[in-house]
C-alpha cells in the first residue's frame, strides 16, 4: 500500500519490523517470518528460488528451451541429506569407537562433509578480486540504432543484466575504500546472446599494449617477499613502474585524484575505455567510446574518511549497493556514446582513438545517451553469481566489434583463458549466471564439469548425421558477421605507433580541469602516496613526471616530501580544460542518501520522529543513534545505531537533536573518563563529540536543534560554520540541511591554496 518504495522497504536496513515486508525486493510480496529465538523443531521446506536461483536452461535439438529447475537439484526437502539424497539424521558427530574414541574410518558422512568443505574455494581473479554484483534491467533508448544493429539497443529493447563492481588490486577479503581503480562490468543477457562491457570507473588505462599487464599488475600487487601492503599503491614497486612507463601518468594522476576514492558503487561513471566499433545494418560503422553516467552524480569520499572506513567497515562499498537496492532506492546509470567517425587513421580531433590513455573531451564529442540501467535486484548466493560471473571482452553482438588497440586485442585472449584456471574449464559457460538467455546450440563438447546431456552424433559441420544441424546463419538471420576492415600495408614489427608517444598533454588537461578542491586532494594523494615510498630516487623520479604535468603540482608535493622541485623537461602543452571533467559545482539528487540522527532519552523525541518520516519521505535512508539500542520515549522510537556502533564515515549528514550527555550510558562515560580530552566540554557524550568533529572535517552537512549547539561547542564546530544548520525544531533543521547535500559536501569547508 505504501507508494515509495525507500519507506516500504527501508526496514530493511532499518531494523524496523515491517507491514507487509517486501521479499527479494519484491514489493507488497510478503517476506518470510523473523526468525524465532528458540531453535526450530518442525521439518519445513526451503524458501521457494528465487529468479536468479533457477538453473541453466536446456536446449532440446530444435531449440526448444526447457528450465531444469537448480534450486531443486541443490536445495530441496525438508530433511538434511547427504549429497546422494540419504537422509541423516545427525549431522554435529562424527562416528567414533565410544563417545571417547577415535573416530572410524568408515564414517562416510563426515568424508564427504570434510571432502567438499577443503575444496570450497576457487583461486580468486588475479585482479578486481574484491568485487560486489547486482541484477538489472537495461532499458534501451533507441538513439543508437542508426549506428549499430545491435538488437538490443533498437528502440524500448529491456535487457536483463547482471553488473559486477570491484576494485583491481586487493584480494578478495581486501577493504572497499582503498585508493584504486574500480571495475564496472555489466553483462547483457540479450537475445542475440551476451554481450559484456567490461569497463572502469576511469576512462584511460596505464598501459597501451597488453604485454605490459602482467608487469604492471605485479608492480601494483603487494611486494612478493613480505605480501605487503594489501590494495595499496602507495609503495615502492608501483611507483617504480609508473614512473618508467611514463603512458602511466594519465591513469594515475586519475586515481591520485578523487576518482580514486568513490563515495559508493552507485555514484561513479564508468567506461568501456577502448575505442569500439559500432556497425548498423547498412553495414557502416562508426567508432565509439561508452560511458556510464550515473543518475547521483559522481561523488567520492575523502581521504581520512576512506582510512577509517578500511577499518571500520571494510565493506562499506558492497554493503551500501546491497541496502540501497533492498531499500528500493534502485541505483541508475545512462549508458552513453561518445561516436567518431571510423576514419582509416582513427584519429579525432589530433587525438589517437586507438591509444587507451586518451580521453576525448566530451566538450569535443559529447556522450550521447543510449539507454538506462537499472540495479533492482540483489544477488542471493554470492558464490554462485558475483563469484562465479565471467565477463570477457569478447563477448560481443551483432552490430558492437573491437578495434585495433592493442590493449583490447591482448584482452581478448586474456579473458577467456583466466576462467579456465579461476572455474575449472571451459564450461564456465552453463553456470548459470554465465548463461546467456538464448538458445545455444555450439557443437562444444564434454571437458570438466560438463552439465549438458548432448544429443546427436555429429557435433562437426557440415554433417549428414544429424541432418546438418546445426545450420550456420547469414547477417539476415543475426548472425556475428566480421566487419571486413581494411589494414594498412604493413610489416610485422614489435612496435607501436608514434601518436602514442605524447604522455603528459592529456594528463596536463586533467590537471587544469580540476577545481581548487581537487587539485589539493590530488596534492595530498601524491605526497600521501610518494611519501610511503622508502626509495629517494623512486620519489624523485616521479617529481620529475609531475613537473611535465604541472610545476603547481610538482612543487606542493615536492614541498611535502621535503625534496626539490625539479624543472619539466617536456615542453607544457596548452591543452584547453575539459569541466566535465570536474565532480565539483553541480546539483544532484540526495536520493538513497544516509542521514544520522543523534537523539538521547531526553531529546526532543516527537521531533526526532518527524525528522525520520521526512527524510524517507525524500528518498533518503535515516538511521537513529541513541545511546542504547533499547527503544526511547514512550513512543518506543526504534534507534538503529548505538553510540558504539554507530561511526561519522556512514552518514552523508548528520543531525542532532539536543546534546546527549555523559553517563547516558556505562560505555560513555568510561570512554569520558578514559579519554578526557574528548569530552572537552564535559557534559557531552566523547562518542558524539568524535561524530560531530569528523562530520564536519569531511565536510559533510550537520544540523542541530533543541539544544544540540552545546554538542557543536564540545566538538570545536562553530555554529555559524558553512554547511551548519542551528534550527528550531528537526523538520525544519532538515529542509535546511537537505538544500546543502546537492552538492555532496560542504566544499566552502575545505582550504585551497592552488
Ligand atoms: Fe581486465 C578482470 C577491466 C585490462 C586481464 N578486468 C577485469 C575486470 C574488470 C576489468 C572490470 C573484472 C571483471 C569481473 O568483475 O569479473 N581490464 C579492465 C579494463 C582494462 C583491463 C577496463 C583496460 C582498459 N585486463 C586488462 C588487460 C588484461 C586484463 C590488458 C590482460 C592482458 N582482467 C584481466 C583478467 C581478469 C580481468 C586476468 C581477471 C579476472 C577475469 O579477468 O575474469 O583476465
Known amino acids: 500500500t505504501e507508494s515509495n518504495p525507500l519507506k516500504r522497504a527501508a526496514h530493511k536496513i532499518t531494523g524496523e519490523p515491517a507491514a507487509t515486508g517486501p521479499q527479494d525486493g519484491v514489493p507488497g510480496k510478503p517476506g518470510p517470518e523473523s526468525p524465532s529465538v528458540a531453535e526450530p523443531t518442525e521439518p519445513r521446506e526451503p524458501l521457494p528460488p528465487k529468479a536468479d536461483q533457477r538453473g541453466p536452461a536446456t536446449v532440446s535439438p530444435t531449440g526448444q ?11 530441496g526437502g525438508a530433511y538434511l541429506t547427504t549429497a546422494q539424497g540419504v537422509r541423516l539424521h545427525d549431522t554435529d558427530h562424527s562416528l567414533k569407537a565410544g563417545p571417547r574414541g577415535p573416530v572410524l574410518l568408515q564414517d562416510h558422512h563426515l568424508r564427504e562433509k570434510i571432502m567438499q568443505f577443503d575444496h570450497e574455494r576457487i583461486p580468486e581473479r588475479v585482479v578486481h578480486a574484491r568485487g560486489a554484483g547486482a541484477h538489472g534491467v537495461f532499458q534501451s533508448y533507441g538513439t543508437a540504432s542508426t549506428v549499430t544493429k545491435a538488437a538490443f539497443l533498437a528502440e524500448d529493447v529491456e535487457t536483463e543484466v547482471f553488473v559486477r563492481f570491484s576494485t583491481v588490486l586487493g584480494s578478495r577479503g581486501s577493504s572497499d575504500t582503498v585508493r584504486d581503480t574500480r571495475g564496472f562490468a555489466t553483462k547483457f543477457y540479450t537475445t542475440e546472446g551476451v554481450f559484456d562491457l567490461v569497463g572502469n570507473n576511469i576512462p584511460v588505462f596505464f598501459i597501451q599494449d597488453a604485454i605490459k599487464f602482467p608487469d604492471v599488475i605485479h608492480a601494483g600487487k603487494p611486494h612478493p617477499d613480505r605480501e605487503i601492503p594489501q590494495a595499496q599503491s602507495a609503495h615502492d614497486t608501483f611507483w617504480d613502474f609508473v ?25 561513479m561513471e564508468g567506461f568501456g575505455v577502448h575505442t569500439f566499433r559500432l556497425v548498423n545494418a547498412a553495414g557502416e560503422t562508426t567508432l565509439v567510446k561508452f560511458h556510464w553516467k550515473p543518475k547521483l552524480g559522481v561523488h567520492s569520499l575523502v581521504w581520512e574518511e576512506a582510512q577509517i572506513i578500511n577499518g571500520v567497515d571494510p565493506d562499506f562499498h558492497r554493503r551500501d549497493l546491497f541496502d540501497a537496492i533492498e531499500s528500493g532506492a534502485y541505483p541508475q546509470w545512462e549508458l552513453g556514446i561518445q561516436t567518431f567517425p571510423d576514419t582509416p587513421d582513427q584519429m579525432f580531433e589530433g587525438i589517437d582513438l586507438l591509444d587507451p590513455t586518451n580521453i576525448v573531451p566530451e566538450e569535443l564529442a559529447p556522450v550521447q545517451p543510449i539507454g538506462l540501467l537499472t540495479l533492482n535486484r540483489n544477488t542471493s548466493n554470492f558464490f554462485a553469481e558475483t563469484e562465479q560471473v565471467a565477463f570477457h571482452v569478447g563477448h560481443l553482438v551483432p552490430g558492437i566489434d573491437v ?24 564450461n564456465f559457460n552453463q553456470l548459470p549466471i554465465n548463461r546467456t538467455h538464448v538458445p545455444v546450440n555450439d557443437m562444444q563438447r564434454d571437458g570438466y564439469h560438463q552439465t549438458a546431456v548432448h544429443r546427436g552424433v555429429a557435433p562437426y559441420k557440415p554433417n549428414s548425421l544429424d541432418g546438418g544441424c546445426p545450420f550456420a546463419a547469414g547477417a539476415d538471420a543475426g548472425a556475428f558477421v566480421d566487419v571486413p576492415v581494411q589494414l594498412p600495408e604493413s610489416v610485422k614489427v614489435r612496435a607501436q605507433s608514434e601518436t602514442f608517444d605524447d604522455h603528459f598533454s592529456q594528463p596536463r588537461r586533467f590537471w587544469l580541469s580540476m577545481s581548487p578542491i581537487e587539485r589539493e586532494h590530488i596534492i595530498a594523494a601524491y605526497t600521501f602516496e ?32 621535503g625534496l626539490p622541485a ?95 550527555a555523559v553517563g547516558n550510558d556505562a560505555y560513555g562515560a568510561r570512554d569520558a573518563k578514559a579519554n578526557p580530552t574528548a569530552g572537552q566540554s564535559g557534559p557531552v557524550d566523547p562518542r558524539v563529540v568524535l561524530l560531530l568533529a569528523e562530520a564536519f572535517r569531511h565536510g559533510k552537512a550537520i544540523g542541530v536543534w533543541g539544544g544540540g549547539d552545546a554538542a557543536l561547542s564540545a566538538a570545536g564546530v562553530p555554529a555559524d560554520a558553512p554547511g551548519v544548520v542551528v534550527g528550531t525544531s528537526g523538520p525544519s533543521t532538515l529542509e535546511k540541511l537537505s538544500r546543502l547535500m546537492g552538492s555532496h559536501r560542504v566544499w566552502e569547508r575545505f582550504p585551497t591554496t592552488v
Request: aromatic share 4%.
Open 65 to 75: 528451451v526447457t528450465g531444469v529447475d537448480q534450486a531443486k537439484v541443490a536445495q
Open 243 to 267: 614512473s618508467l612507463h611514463t603512458e602511466a601518468t594519465h591513469h594515475t594522476l586519475w586515481n591520485m585524484s578523487d576518482r580514486g576514492i568513490p563515495r559508493s558503487y552507485r555514484m
Open 403 to 426: 578495434t585495433d588497440d592493442p590493449l583490447l586485442q591482448g584482452r581478448l585472449f586474456s579473458y577467456l583463458d583466466t576462467q579456465l584456471t579461476r572455474l575449472g574449464g571451459p
Open 530 to 561: 610518494l611519501g610511503k615510498c622508502y626509495e629517494q630516487a623512486i620519489k624523485e623520479r616521479n617529481l620529475q613526471i609531475l613537473a611535465n604535468i604541472d610545476p603547481v603540482l610538482c612543487s606542493k608535493v615536492a614541498e611535502g616530501l
Open 566 to 660: 625539479p624543472e619539466p623537461t617536456v615542453p607544457l602543452v596548452d591543452v584547453q580544460p575539459s569541466p566535465a571533467l570536474s565532480q565539483v559545482g553541480e546539483v544532484w539528487p540526495a536520493d538513497g542518501r544516509m542521514i544520522g540522527i543523534v537523539a538521547a532519552p531526553d531529546a526532543d523525541l516527537e521531533g526526532v520522529a518527524a525528522v525520520r518520516e521526512a527524510v524517507l519521505g525524500a528518498g533518503m535512508v535515516p538511521l537513529v543513534i541513541a545511546p542504547t539500542g533499547g527503544p526511547l520515549g514512550s513512543g518506543g522510537l526504534k534507534p538503529q545505531r548505538t553510540f558504539t556502533t554507530a561511526r561519522s564515515t556512514e552518514f552523508d549528514a548528520v543531525l542532532v537533536a539536543g546534546a546527549p
